[in-house]
Structure formats: C-alpha cells, structure tokens
C-alpha cells in the first residue's frame, strides 16, 4: 500500500513537467530516483502509467485515472496544511532572501505583506549578492532565497520562477535595434569583475565579437541601484550616450515616466531566469511550501 504521498508527489511531478529531468531537478532528487518510485507505483498497481515517448512522457489510460485521483488527494493535503498552520500558530520570523535586482525592483512591500499574512508571521527581507544567500540558506540563516544567478548546490532545491531580460539602457534616447559597431561609440558604466551580471554580458559579447577592452569605461560599479544612479546623473550626451546593461525589471517605471530609455542588441536576446530556491532539508516544511506556492504562483 502506498503509506506516504511522496511517491505520488512524484507521479503528478512527472506528469506535469513531462519529463523525468525536469521533475528531478524540480523534486531535488536524482533521475534514477524518480524513476525507481515510478516503478514502485506500477508494480503496486499491477498496469504502467507512464509511456516514456522521444519528446517526453505520456499517461496511459491507467495514468490519467491515476492522475485525477491524486490531483484530488494533493489538494485535500494542501487544506489539510493550511488547518495545520493554523493549529500550529507558531511564532516564527519568516526569513525571505533577494538578490539586489530581485530585492529592490521586482518583490514589492505588498507582496511581503501578503506573505505575512499568509502565514500568520512576521516575514523579514535580507537584500545581498546572490553567492551570499546561498551560503545563508546553507547555515540555515534564510527559509527561502530569490536569486538571479545559478549558483548551484547539491544540498538545495531550485525553481525556476521568472524569465529576465537584461537591456541596454541611457539617459538619452537609444536606436531601439543597436548595431555591435556602435557599441564602441559609447562611454560605459560597467558592473564590477566577478558578477553574474558582467558574466552574462561577456558571454554575449563574446559571441557577437565584441571586445569589452576596447569600451571608453567610465566607472565599475557593485550594484544595480549603483548603475542606475551613476546613469541619471551622466551629463547628456546624445553624441555619446552613457550606457549600461541592466535588468529590464529595474527600468520598467524610468522607461514608463521617460526618464530612461532602453534598447536591444541587433540579433541578440540576452535573457536569464531568476530562481527561489531552498534547503532539501525544508522540501516539506509547510512554511516553506506556502511561500514557494505563493511567489510561484505569481502573487509578487
């Protein structure tokens, strides 16, 4: 008899991402895992319920009536935990992680909020470098991260949350399509050596065989808020813009009231996912899973 819900956890895992991958980096579990409790599911029903096809998986009849059945007991788990909390009513202080991009432009004080009161608890806001949080979630300093760079741990769980694009961005006005040649025209404002930011953005100019050395460099800077402050403050020079590379979530409102003005590579998208991620160790804390639900769900 199937005494727990993991292994149905799994199954609708599986079924959802329609991949065995995908759902063993979703559960933070090995692929050879996800499969053994497949397995275990098929020998205990005595039928398969999963086809593996080239482009993914497919239920067989058995799997979709599998599939209702446990899309029905999750969801009478879920108020089940929400009754719990309640019953609990622990006092706790819910410690939230961001990046500096995520911290300050994308998670608004509403959203933290709701959060609170979500969960009946006070939720505190650390705003670091993201190598920073995932060494706090590590020593167990933060309940949940919100990053922007991949930083990856065997010992933590990863979910990709929302798609980010990083923009060329000025203080003057910008052809919408900027040609690679021009890029040498410009005078930069640049993020210091040894950031996921500078990462990505070497990265791309590389491929499109631009040489970041040859730039008329203004200043370095540690930090969005830095980049965006240095920008407003450039004198306007049509002629020569100063320009940086920055998130687009971080202009959205200076693009809308005009104060900035954005622009994209010719022949380049220069997108990157943002991340919650967490402890293995609280992959069925309640706390933990009611904020990953909300913030996943796209209440922030």
Not at 30 to 51: C, D, H, M, N, W
Not at 53 to 64: F, R, S
Not at 95 to 123: F, H, Q, R, W
Not at 215 to 235: G, W
Request: charged letters at 30%.
């Amino acid at each position: 008899m199937l005494k727990d819900f993991v292994k149905i956890e799994t199954f609708l895992t599986v079924a959802r991402e329609r991949s065995f991958s995908k759902a063993s980096a979703k559960l933070g579990i090995s692929q050879p895992a996800v499969t053994q409790q497949i397995k275990f599911i098929e020998k205990y029903l005595g039928v398969r319920v999963i086809e593996r096809k080239k482009n993914g998986i497919k239920l067989t009849n058995e799997g979709e009536e599998l599939y209702k059945i446990a899309t029905r007991l999750e969801k009478e788990i879920h108020i089940s935990e929400q009754d719990i909390l309640k019953i609990i009513n622990k006092e706790i202080t819910f410690k939230l992680g961001a990046s500096y991009t995520i911290g300050t432009y994308v998670i608004p004080g509403e959203c933290l909020n709701s959060i609170g009161k979500m969960i009946n608890n006070d939720i505190q806001l650390s705003v670091d470098l993201s190598k920073s949080i995932i060494e706090k979630l590590k020593d167990r300093k933060l309940d949940v991260g919100l990053i922007e760079s991949p930083i990856f741990d065997n010992d933590l769980i990863y979910r990709e949350w929302l798609e980010d694009e990083l923009v060329l961005v000025s203080n003057v006005p910008l052809p919408k399509i900027v040609k690679t040649e021009d890029l040498y025209e410009y005078s930069w404002i640049c993020r210091e050596e040894g950031s996921h930011t500078r990462r990505v953005i070497s990265e791309v100019f590389e491929e499109l065989g631009v040489s970041c050395k040859n730039f008329n460099v203004l200043s370095e800077v540690s930090n969005t808020t830095s980049v965006l402050q240095a920008i407003k403050r450039s004198k306007k020079d049509a002629d020569h813009p100063v320009v940086s590379i920055i998130s687009k979530f971080a202009i959205a409102d200076d693009v809308a009231s005009g104060e900035l003005f954005e622009a994209r590579l010719r022949g380049y998208t220069m997108n990157r996912n943002f991340y919650i991620v967490y402890s293995k160790e609280n992959k069925h804390n309640a706390y933990v899973d009611q904020v990953v639900d909300f913030i996943m769900g796209g209440h922030c």
